[in-house]
């Protein structure tokens, strides 16, 4: 099972930028990757993912184009590019990873995925 890692997190004001990073323990090049996001008393719920296989994304429709998922598989790692940062994207960010292939529409849904980084805070101050 690959292991995950991510990094990037911090505190910023509202309309400012972050990047996320993911370190992955192995070649990524065939998972499907995901970023998922959990506040403090609220489920955990998937921001953006990414089909390897035809780099199909999608994105949690409160961060379409202000989010942008890639992927670098020369250094194995996963980012998260965050603009125009709101005080409601404050949560604890995940990076998620799976083998198995996903139809569309599945590339948000937590439980698709068995592997799990521990996490990196982003707080958002207005």
């Known amino acids: 099972q690959v292991q995950l890692v991510e990094s990037g997190g911090g505190a910023v004001q509202a309309g400012g930028s972050l990047r996320l990073a993911c370190a992955a323990s192995t070649s990524i090049h065939l998972y499907t990757m995901a970023w998922f996001r959990q506040a403090p008393g609220k489920e955990r719920e998937g921001v953006a993912s990414?089909?390897?296989?035809?780099?199909?994304?999608e994105y949690h429709h409160s961060v379409k184009g202000r989010f942008t998922i890639s992927q670098d598989n020369a250094k194995n790692t996963l980012s998260l590019q965050m603009n125009d940062l709101k005080p409601d994207d404050t949560a604890m960010y995940y990076c998620a990873a799976t083998r198995t292939p996903l139809l569309r529409g599945a590339g948000l849904r937590s439980a698709e995925y068995p592997s799990w980084g521990q996490g990196t805070q982003v707080t958002v101050s207005s």
């Open positions: 990414l089909n390897p296989f035809d780099r199909r994304t």
